[in-house]
């Protein structure tokens, strides 16, 4: 720790891929020195050990013995408890966060709270009167916060591990009822003081995909302390072309960062959900008559793939269907449907062809088989 103030993730094994990631940003991107990996597990501290990441183990079991996501986040409150009980102040951060600059001496250190907002705007995330006599804001995320070793600190935290025990509670909707529900009845609040960080030095992916990335001056004119894949599914492969965007400078039309919806999808996977899969080839079009009724040699798989007359895909993996189609990013090319994924093949004068996956926009290559 400096002084006596750590970033700490908590992992298991389940999310090396993710892990991999979070650490490239803290070791080479951030360069942050006092970082370290909390282990779950035996396999994550074996992880940490051979990349030489600082770590400490606690092996530990959620409610209903589950190693998913959110059971596994709830696990985080009882690993705070001893970092504050030794007074040691917690940055804690999911490992779906991506860390570009040490956040260290960015911090406030005037509240017992400072957290990150899942707003995307002053309003959203500072709160504004909503009328009526109310005030509304967005929650704060549970993904990342720094704690200061305090007394108040330290009984939300042991609060919220109990909590996390003995009741079937989103750990989200949890931290943010201790810091706001006042006291009542016979309910005591545990009196913690709180400050949102900047919705722009410490980016939700929301912000980031719908607003940062649209506006050019702001994407290329500075460079966030962070940015957490909260609201968006594609977790590993949105934080790879973050990740790439910033560390490697990858900034390519339609791949990397572009390639995504500001919503859920990929731009490319809305476009294809437009195509009539079930149009049958027109014969006397002149790229269907090269193709129709031909195999395809696919990703080093020789005639795995039949383009039947009629609009059949026969396939080593079950039927499907062909045709051909345009997109807005792609003219003039021949869809291929099977098991549930519609690739895109742009095919050459002499039979070769690119396969664009529409679901994720991953390429291969192939031929058509005289």
């Known amino acids: 720790a400096v002084r006596r103030e750590v970033l700490a993730a908590v992992s298991n094994k389940n999310i090396f891929h993710m892990l991999q990631l979070y650490v490239d940003g803290f070791q080479k991107g951030a360069k942050i020195p006092n970082s370290m990996v909390v282990a779950l597990d035996e396999p994550t ?69 400072e957290g990150m907002s899942d707003g995307w705007d002053e309003k959203t995330a500072f709160g504004h009167n909503a009328g ?34 003995t009741e079937g509670t989103w750990d989200q909707s949890a931290w943010n009822q201790e810091q706001f529900l006042p006291a009542y009845g016979s309910h005591k609040a545990v009196g913690v003081s709180t ?14 995909f719908r607003f940062i990335r649209e506006d050019s001056a702001l994407l290329h004119g500075y460079t966030p302390l962070s940015i957490h894949i909260n609201y968006h599914p594609e977790k590993p492969d949105r934080m790879k072309d973050v990740h790439r965007f910033y560390y490697e400078k990858y900034d390519t039309p339609e791949k990397g960062i572009w390639r995504w919806n500001g919503g859920e999808g990929t731009k490319l996977l809305t476009e294809c959900k437009k195509i009539n899969l079930n149009a049958r080839p027109d014969a006397s079009d002149a790229d269907v008559a090269r193709v129709r009724g031909k195999k395809l040699e696919w990703g080093g798989c020789s005639g795995c793939l039949t383009l039947e007359p009629d609009g059949t895909l026969t396939t080593s993996w079950g039927k499907g269907r062909w045709g051909k189609t345009s997109t807005a990013s792609y003219k ?35 031929n058509v088989m005289p």
Not at 90 to 109: A, G, I, Q
């Open 195 to 208: 400050r949102v960080m900047n919705y722009l030095c410490n980016l939700n992916s929301k912000t980031f």
């Open 332 to 366: 003039d090319v021949i869809f291929a449907k099977f098991v549930d994924v519609v690739h895109l093949l742009q095919i050459d004068e002499s039979g070769a062809f690119r396969s664009i996956r529409c679901s994720d926009g991953e390429e291969l290559r192939g």
């Open 132 to 165: 009526g006599g109310t005030v509304q804001l967005h929650a704060r995320n549970s993904g990342m916060f720094f704690l200061l070793a305090t007394r108040q600190s330290l009984a939300m935290a042991t609060r919220l591990a109990r909590r996390m025990e």
């Open 45 to 113: 501290a074996e992880w940490c050990k051979a990349r030489d990441v600082a770590h400490y183990t606690k092996v530990l079991t959620s409610r209903t013995g589950s190693t998913d996501n959110h059971a596994t986040s709830g696990l985080k409150f009882k690993v705070l408890v001893d970092f504050l009980t030794i007074g040691c102040s917690v940055l804690l951060s999911d490992v779906d966060v991506l860390w570009m600059t040490n956040p260290f001496p960015h911090l406030y250190r005037d509240a017992d709270v």
